[in-house]
């Protein structure tokens, strides 16, 4: 491994000399997901802001003791029994939500029931989505009603002050962030790694300064070596870049509901770290092995974009999938066993067994890859290659 | 004079892919780049492969630099075997390409530091080194400039002071002026032969006839990988200019092998 020093040096050099760089890969990609993800929460409060229109209701015969509760909830218009079919050809038309048309006397008829049981009539328009939740509204509102004239029973009567909702902070959070996190986190040290690693390797190739490079006594293990946990440095930094802007905007995105990393204890950041380091390293080397291959950088780039996919679409798969797998052979799968290493840790379903193995998978691919690199350096047919 | 590097009987065979095969438009799936290529060269002389396009030059300095092997053959530099002894004849040998280009980022002061701890050199003698050639090349004022901000002639003077940051003794130029304006080229010329004065031995490719002439003692003519030619600058001309002479020797090549010119 002769000379690897120096190559690791020069390469971490040449990132952080490298000011374009610098700000696209580590500073923009963090700050862009912050300012996205925020945006994105603000949006998605005001939609729900939006929905909190007051239904309107046109209504013939109103008993006044109903009056106050249907006011709460809907934009009440009386008529009289002479307006019923203008008010049918409204909510027809959508000029209004609802018609709902009490019979004569309902309020003493319910009080004092005889044996012909009142019908209220309730005309909506279920092709316009607001007149459908204001027929809802208006069910429920006089199931309600219905329901406390003979009351038997209640369910989790707020009165009693009981609270029923077991779910904590906890259970949403990891939910959360078991579905995005994976995919996230696989996708930004991917594209560290890809906006690194192809300059690295094929650009030196372009260049000729990679045969500047072979003719120097350093060994080619050292060059492989060297170029790999450099790049693996990088593309951890440019990952924890979009990682930060993720836990920044986070509370924004979720529009204010419980949502907090401080669940997850030091091990749980531990492990983290580890599956992390573990699959940058193999992501490193692959992509360096891919490029060795290409020919000039924007070959390596095209040829490292099916693997991109691949790595999306296996991180998709977690958000479909309620935990992580149980056995232990997924954790040997590359990739795949980084994606279900991370949803492990998040949904609090890891195995210490499977992270460990699919880390040690992870770094034996690595070096394997690291050979195969080596032996890609060693081969004028690939390093010369026309 | 002491003879430093022996080239002997190289034979190198490329495969052509099918998209090679296209541009060359033949049908043979392979091309054979060197072909029994001998020659020898010494120290305190510069040495000139003179060829035209595609004729083997790069793919033989390549193969004295150990970058490939040849299939057959072997070229040895001070003694060592470039294909059995890698690592000593890297030490001998100082080989710049002629595709090279610098990363922009890097100043010419960190790429020589960069280049000498590669060679594993001391402080001491990389201080010195660098004192001497960035002084010849006038490297010193734009030691700390990036390379991207350097005309293209600094360009190339720092590649030769990196390519030479050992002291080699065999220094392998692969169309060293190709792309350089007269003045900068001048400085080039001018230090090649400066190291032949040195006693190194200075091994140039090139196509251009007026550089051969300029600065090389000894021209091997080389077409389709053979020599077909060698001898002093006055013996491959004969009397004639050497570009007529080239000629001459370029269609009775053509004509042997039954081609039209
Ligand atoms: N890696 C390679 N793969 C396939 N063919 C190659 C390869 N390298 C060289 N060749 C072929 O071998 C022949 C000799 O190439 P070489 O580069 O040695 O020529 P050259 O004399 O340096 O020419 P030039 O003046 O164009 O640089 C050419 O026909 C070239 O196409
Ligand atoms: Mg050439």
């Known amino acids: 491994m002769k000379g690897w020093f120096p190559v690791f040096k020069k390469e971490l050099l040449r990132f952080f000399k490298d000011k374009r760089m610098i700000i696209g890969t580590l500073i923009l990609p963090g700050l862009l997901i912050y300012l996205v993800y925020s945006f994105m929460g603000d949006g998605m409060r005001g939609l729900i802001g939006g929905e909190e229109r007051t239904p309107t209701a046109y209504v013939q015969d109103l008993p006044e003791q109903l009056a106050e509760g249907f006011s709460a909830v809907f934009d009440v218009t009386e008529i009289g029994a002479d307006g019923a079919e203008s008010a049918k050809e409204a909510v027809k038309n959508a000029q209004t939500d609802i018609f709902v048309v009490f019979p004569e006397g309902f309020w003493s008829s319910i009080m004092n029931p005889t044996g012909d049981v009142p019908n209220v009539e309730i005309y909506f328009n279920a092709a316009e989505s607001n007149s459908s939740s204001a027929y809802s509204a208006a069910v429920a509102l006089l199931d309600a009603l219905e329901s406390s004239l003979s009351n038997r029973f209640d369910v989790n009567n707020p009165a009693s002050g009981g609270i029923y909702d077991l779910s904590d902070e906890r259970d949403v959070t990891s939910m959360i962030f078991s579905m995005l996190m994976p995919m996230l986190m696989m996708i930004f040290i991917f594209t560290g790694a890809m906006s690194v690693a192809p300059e690295s390797i094929a650009g030196e190739k372009e260049r000729g300064t990679f045969a500047t490079l072979l003719v120097t006594p350093v060994s080619r293990a050292g060059v492989a070596v060297g170029k790999i946990f450099a790049l693996s440095i990088i593309s951890v930094l440019c990952g924890l870049s979009s990682f930060i802007g993720i836990m920044l905007s986070l509370p924004k995105m979720m529009g204010g509901a419980d949502v907090s990393a401080n669940i997850y204890s030091v091990g749980d950041y531990f492990a983290l770290f580890g599956i992390v380091v573990s699959s940058v390293l193999l992501i490193v080397a692959m992509i360096s092995v891919i490029s060795a291959f290409a020919k000039s950088v924007k070959e390596a780039s095209a040829y490292v974009t099916p693997l991109m996919i691949v790595v999306v679409l296996l991180s998709v798969t977690c958000m479909f999938t309620d935990g992580a797998p149980a056995s232990v052979w997924p954790y040997l799968i590359p990739l795949y066993n980084s994606v279900q290493a991370i949803n492990a840790v998040f949904s609090f379903t890891a195995v210490a067994l499977n992270l460990a193995v699919g880390m040690i998978a992870n770094l034996v691919y690595t070096a394997l890859l690291v050979w195969l690199l080596t032996a890609m350096f060693r081969s004028e047919k690939i390093m010369f290659r026309r | ?261």
């Open chain 2, 1 to 261: 004079m002491q003879e430093i590097l022996d080239v002997r009987g190289l034979k190198k065979t490329f495969s052509l892919s099918a998209k090679q095969r296209r541009i060359e438009r033949t049908d043979s799936r392979v091309k054979v780049a060197l072909d029994g290529l001998s020659f020898k060269a010494y120290a305190g002389e510069v040495y000139g492969l003179l060829g035209p396009n595609g004729a083997g030059k790069t793919t033989c300095l390549r193969i004295l630099s150990t970058l490939i092997k040849p299939d057959e053959g072997d070229a040895f530099v001070a003694g060592a075997s470039a294909v059995k002894e890698e690592a000593k004849v890297r030490e001998k040998i100082g080989f710049l390409t002629s595709e090279l280009k610098l990363e922009d980022f890097f100043t010419p002061n960190y790429l020589f530091d960069f280049f000498s701890e590669l060679h594993g050199m001391d402080e001491h003698a990389r201080a010195a080194r660098k004192a001497e050639l960035f002084g010849k090349f006038g490297i010193d004022r734009f030691a700390e400039v990036k390379v991207a901000d350097l005309s293209t002639g600094m360009k190339q003077k720092v590649s030769i002071a990196i390519a030479i940051v050992h002291d080699p003794d065999v220094i392998v130029f692969d169309e060293p002026t190709n792309g350089l304006d007269v003045i900068t080229a001048k400085t080039v010329t001018d230090f090649l032969l400066e190291q032949k004065s040195l006693g190194k031995c200075v091994i140039v490719s090139t196509h251009i006839f007026s550089l051969v002439e300029k600065i090389c003692d000894r021209v091997g003519v080389i077409i389709d990988g053979k020599l077909v030619s060698e001898g002093t600058l006055d013996e491959v001309r004969g009397g004639r200019s050497l570009e007529d002479k080239f000629f001459e020797i370029y269609s009775e090549s053509r004509r042997a092998k039954g081609e039209e010119i």
